[in-house]
């Protein structure tokens, strides 16, 4: 799921430098994830300041809560560390919210905030929309099936969907739901089939700090 590029990874360093430096918030009334607490785990995301080609995908903490927060609600994410990994995976794959699909090396219907594979928004596309829908956009091809998706309700949910319904995060979500070390290196290796790497574990640590983890 990682976008793997030079300028992405620059990109990201100095985010993660930003996420060590803020202050932690108060946790919202409602206990529910708030703008204030993306911004303190990466201040980058309160603009979209980006020019290029690009630029349309960016959306800032103000705009991503409450869709983060439908996510958690429809996929009855209840667990703080759980929703700690949902976000964590979201921030770092989209880079602090700026991507919505994969610009390098640009794979056919890779995307979402959580940077799915095609195969995993095929599935995706076929638990939200008809199959005559999904067979259609999948008949267009990979980009076509990734635009159902691709809209902002449902590329903010994709984290969610994806730890609830492939068989390989049910065995790990115990052990996530502790909020330890060893639960969030299951959730990358075994559950997304990532590597979990220091840059990954700089935004988590903010991430649990924030929400109170």
């Keep these: 799921m ?3 590029t030079a300028l992405i990874a620059a990109t990201f360093a100095t985010l993660s430098t930003l996420a060590t430096a803020a202050p932690v918030p108060s946790a919202s009334p409602s206990g529910g994830l708030t703008a204030a607490i993306i911004t303190t785990i ?20 103000e705009q991503a809560a409450p869709l983060i927060n439908n996510s958690f609600k429809k996929y009855g994410i209840s667990s ?40 995993f928004n095929l599935q995706y596309a076929q638990s939200l ?27 903010f949910a994709s984290a969610a969907w994806f730890l609830t319904s492939q068989p390989a995060c ?6 996530l739901q502790t909020g330890s070390t060893a639960g969030w290196t299951a ?16 935004i988590w640590n903010a991430a649990k700090a924030a929400m109170g983890v």
């Design 2 to 4: 990682y976008l793997q």
């Design 42 to 61: 990466l201040p980058a995301t309160a603009a979209c300041t980006g020019t290029d080609q690009y630029a349309n995908q960016c959306r800032t903490a």
């Design 80 to 119: 703080k560390a759980e929703q700690v990994a949902l976000l964590s995976i979201m921030l770092f794959e989209s880079v602090g919210f700026k991507y919505n699909h994969n610009i390098s090396p640009g794979r056919p219907g890779q995307g979402t905030r959580n940077m799915q594979m095609i195969g």
């Design 129 to 155: 929309f008809p199959p005559d829908k999904v067979a259609a956009a999948n008949a267009s091809g990979p980009n076509d099936v990734l635009a159902l998706v691709n809209t902002d309700d449902y590329s």
């Design 170 to 175: 049910s065995a790990i979500r115990t052990e």
């Design 187 to 202: 959730y990358l290796t075994q559950c997304v089939g990532t590597t979990d790497t220091p840059d990954r574990d700089v």
